[in-house]
């Protein structure tokens, strides 16, 4: 059962959450919270497995929520659901630790599946986000020194060869293999044979994930 804590100023939103939500089996509302300070106290009192709530609160704003739970209940998810179309407060969300962006005018089936999603420990963005997202974090000077793997243990910069960071910088981008191919005058397969042993050297499977990698890690793309 996902213990689910719902956000926002609106009763209409909650309600509406409600309503969408009563079917599923798998998820329990234990709380809700009309401004972001109430949201703060509930999830440190009740430690949900997700919040979802809007990024524009009263009282306490969305992002210092995010911030505040990241840092006392950071077993919690946060997953934004939000009609705000501010990339550079999605991306700021991101960096602090977000796991998903869900926009107010999604279809229902898809409020249901994102929060199982970012339950189980995935990232729920939609394309135009992740478009955004990507792109913001492109410029190598925006990544800061390597954090930490699943393990615990802080990844060397050694691990990723210096053509692998500029490969990864045009993945970002949005180019296609055959596109970084063309650019760095290397063979398409050249460029695939980087590619697998990036993901295998960094633990993902595809390039959405290699780049959501590079947001939560501050992976460095300098050479």
């Not at 009192?45 to 997700?50: H, N, Q, S």
């Not at 189980?120 to 410029?139: K, M």
Request: charged fraction near 25%; charge should be neutral.
């Amino acid at each position: 059962m996902i213990r689910l804590l719902i956000a926002d100023s609106f009763p209409v939103a909650r309600a509406g959450l409600r309503a969408i939500l009563a079917p599923s089996l798998d998820i329990e509302i234990v709380a809700e919270a009309e401004d972001g300070s109430e949201a703060i106290d509930r999830a440190l009192e009740l430690d949900p497995d997700v919040v979802i709530m809007e990024l524009r609160l009263p009282k306490t704003d969305g992002l210092t929520v995010l911030r505040t739970l990241q840092t006392r209940a950071p077993r919690t998810k946060i997953l934004l659901f939000t009609g705000s179309d501010s990339k550079d407060e999605f991306i700021e969300a991101m960096k602090l630790g977000c796991s998903g962006i869900l926009m107010k005018n999604s279809a229902p089936s898809l409020i249901i599946k994102s929060i199982q999603k970012v339950n189980a420990g995935e990232i729920w963005l939609d394309s135009n986000t992740t478009a955004a997202v990507i792109r913001q974090f492109a410029n190598p000077a925006d990544f800061a020194a390597p954090s930490q793997h699943g393990n615990g243990k802080p990844r060397e910069r050694a691990q990723l060869s210096q053509r692998e960071r500029e490969i990864i910088v045009l993945i970002a981008q949005g180019y296609k293999n055959k596109e970084i191919a063309e650019k760095m005058f290397i063979t398409e397969q050249t460029v695939k044979n980087h590619l697998h042993n990036v993901f295998d050297k960094l633990g993902v499977s595809d390039r959405l994930e290699l780049a959501l990698y590079a947001i939560h890690n501050s992976l460095h793309l300098k050479p």
